[in-house]
């Protein structure tokens, strides 16, 4: 964990240091990757079944028959879960769509004083590909976050695909996808998963586009397919930044520092407070709340090479940096929390005031889960309807609206040596 | 050129091979522009300044102080431009910016029953970088597609890179930058410009996101930056796709489809009638008029390579032909263009009726001109407003609403195994 304080004259040359530290080691695997999916496309079925064998150490009666999951076995996952997370799911998934839904866009068409009509329509993605980790970092509240913005966008077909380490499934991510309204499953992951929805084999029908979290094997293959399906985002670890001031209760910011902590080593957490009793009351209160947290290892770990604490004189110097960091969550706890956050330009999601943490975003608040990292914020956006739809315009134009802007069209299509342009025109006009 | 007939036994067949076929020529030079953008990241504006003087043939004169292009350079510009052109510029840029400014999103907050407010709020990106090719392919309308768009969504700072290959420089692009507000324009190209955007050199601040159309080695660079910065889509050859029925006018049809050719010899044309006398005569019309084109030998080749004529024996046949080919432009030019256009789920932009050819959606009706190529229309959409702007979420709870969602929240970690998450929350409620 570094201290920086605003005050001190080598802070500007720390704050760039902090921003460039690199948290994710890259693994090479890209090599490995393009051959799984030069197999995938090759032999379809026969690859996806033999990867899947090997990766999650399955048995020779896997087969490709094997690979959808059932209705029966959804059904059975649904009635295996405990009732509490089920019914705390399905609370979840309403607050959900609730919040998507009013994300959902308006076409748009005007027909000028000239007589052209210019407008477009928003389609849904005719099919969406969900890519679910496994193991332990197969989480229910990704399935909805992912899922559940696809059908609010109206996407006729959602696949998920989700692998099943020595034939487990988590009964939860299987709700989720029942709950979201996912329309199949395949019990497939990895590359081999990606190359699937990308390029189809005789089981799984290709997607149009792939959204989901995945390691480091799913990553390359997703930036390997991208064109001939989309992507979304490729995921960082996780962060989140907190301004703080000195009436902020240091156990709960201790807290909300951890909770992004023990997600992932590489995951960071940041305090940028405008008083120093805070700083250090939350330090010792994160070594307090470590004693006791199941994932104290990758939390303290974490916190130890990533974790930082700011003091700037106001927050008006936290600002810039705020914009700086573009932080994936962003956690105001200060007395003018609102009027401050609307000084933001850089953040994935903002969690305002002492009774919003942000582990109520992860599961229940409404507001997408998915969001930009590694300063990404800058330039992108978390998840939502928008990304399981697309825009087309429409243009029409009258033999009269022609004539008045024909010329105008003619004169740039031969300025660009584009003499054919400028003819398609004209002949129109019987110029 | 090909001709495919839905009554032939073959048709499915010739139709697959038709949407696969590789227009692109792959050019590796990965290599090279890794070493390129590493020596910009290294050296700044030296290495800048050396790669301008090797690929755009400079001499020792041009140094870092004459990178960027002067007020005085662009007034000069603009007093050098024939008068016609410097009007249907402005024509076109007042068109462009009426139909963007109607994509402005809005903001949104509501609080719900529990007391929770929940909502997102849209701000422009920082800054934004606008490739712009040298020579034959430098555009000025690809200037106002792309730089009006960032104006509309407010982009504090744009800025054009250009290269000037022998010192030329168009001076209808600098016109273009000026009448749509580019900040900053910068007389380098090529990946070390795309570097320069990215990171930064003495003289050239970087960017948030970059956009702009660019050859392989532009391409390549964009595609190594991405994640230091946001980019726009890769894009391809371009192509129409054009739905007309036997009323339509084969020369003009003709005309169409060679406006298109003529871009490029990876270029594709493709006609779907359900008419053989019109087949027969836009074939005929086609030879016409490239005997009198003077980009004719590109446009022969794009078409002989990659035209085609699809016969169909209704239009009913022709809607899901055309979502899987997601055409980048489709004309429509049939009785009922209008309520069959809207049967299309995928195409980047529609040009509706006889009077309506591609080209004037090219320069002057309104709708950007930046457009999914290479059947990514099924998945993404053409240049607009939101791709300079970015949502971030804002979450309120307060106590009360917390002491009603928690418990879901708390659940929900526990059931993830996320302790630290659950505590973050069970903190504030004393649980």
Redesign the interface.
């Known amino acids: 964990m570094v201290r920086l304080d605003s005050r001190d004259p080598a802070f500007a040359a720390d704050f760039a240091r902090l921003l460039t530290v690199k948290r994710e080691i890259a693994e090479d695997v890209d090599e490995a990757v393009r051959a799984i999916i030069a197999e995938v496309v090759a032999r379809g079925d026969a690859a996806l079944v033999e990867y899947t064998r090997r990766f999650d150490r399955l048995g020779a009666d896997f087969t490709a028959a094997a690979l959808r999951v059932s209705e029966a076995e959804i059904e059975a996952a649904l009635a295996a879960c405990?009732a509490?997370?089920l019914?705390?799911?399905r609370?979840?998934a309403g607050r959900i769509e609730?919040?998507h839904a009013?994300?959902r866009p308006s076409d748009?068409s005007?027909t000028?004083a000239l007589g052209?009509?210019?407008g477009?329509?928003w389609?849904?993605?005719?099919s969406v590909g969900l890519y679910v980790p496994g193991g332990?970092a197969s989480?229910?509240?990704s399935v909805l976050m992912n899922a559940i913005p696809a059908r609010v966008a109206g996407v006729p077909r959602v696949v998920m695909v989700v692998p099943t380490p020595d034939g487990v499934l988590n009964p939860?991510v299987l709700a989720a996808a029942r709950l979201s309204g996912v329309h199949e499953v395949y019990r497939v992951g990895g590359a081999q998963a990606v190359a699937a929805l990308a390029y189809g084999t005789e089981t799984v029908a290709p997607v149009?586009?792939i959204v989901g979290p995945g390691n480091a094997w799913v990553a390359a293959a997703k930036r390997r397919v991208f064109?001939q399906?989309?992507i979304d985002m490729?995921a960082g670890p996780s962060e989140v930044l907190i301004l703080a001031d000195g009436d902020a209760n240091p156990?709960?910011i201790a807290?909300?520092l951890?909770?992004q902590?023990?997600?992932d080593t590489a995951a960071q957490a940041v305090l940028i407070t405008d008083s120093a009793d805070l700083a250090e009351a939350v330090e010792a209160a994160v070594e307090r709340?470590l004693a006791t947290?199941?994932?104290a290892e990758i939390?303290r770990a974490s916190w130890r090479d990533f974790g930082a604490i700011l003091r700037v004189r106001t927050f008006d110097e936290a600002v810039p940096l705020v914009?700086r960091i573009a932080p994936e969550h962003l956690e105001i706890e200060t007395a003018d929390?609102?009027a401050l956050?609307?000084r933001?330009?850089?953040?994935?999601?903002?969690?305002?005031?002492?009774?919003?943490?942000?582990?109520?975003?992860?599961?229940?608040?409404?507001?997408?889960h998915v969001l930009?990292t590694?300063r990404?914020?800058?330039?992108?956006?978390?998840l939502?309807v928008?990304d399981f739809m697309?825009?087309?315009?429409?243009?029409?134009?009258?033999?009269e609206?022609?004539r008045a802007?024909?010329?105008?069209?003619i004169?740039?299509?031969r300025?660009?040596?584009?003499?054919?342009?400028?003819?398609?025109?004209a002949?129109?006009l019987n110029l």
Chains 1, 2 share one sequence.
Do not use: M
């Not at 389609?123 to 005719?126: D, K, V």
């Not at 300025?415 to 025109?425: Q, T």
């Open positions: 405990p509490e997370a019914e705390a799911l609370l979840a609730a919040f009013a994300q748009h005007a000028d052209v009509t210019a477009w329509r389609t849904a993605l005719e332990t989480y229910p509240s939860l149009a586009k064109g399906v989309g490729i156990d709960w807290a909300d951890l909770a902590a023990e997600h709340a947290l199941p994932r939390a914009d929390a609102d956050s609307k933001i330009r850089n953040a994935g999601a903002i969690f305002l005031g002492s009774h919003t943490p942000e582990a109520i975003g992860d599961y229940v608040g409404g507001p997408n930009p590694a990404s914020a800058r330039f992108s956006s978390g939502g928008l697309k825009r087309t315009t429409v243009l029409a134009c009258t033999p609206s022609l802007l024909g010329p105008a069209a004169t740039l299509g300025s660009e040596g584009l003499e054919g342009h400028a003819r398609s025109v002949i129109r």
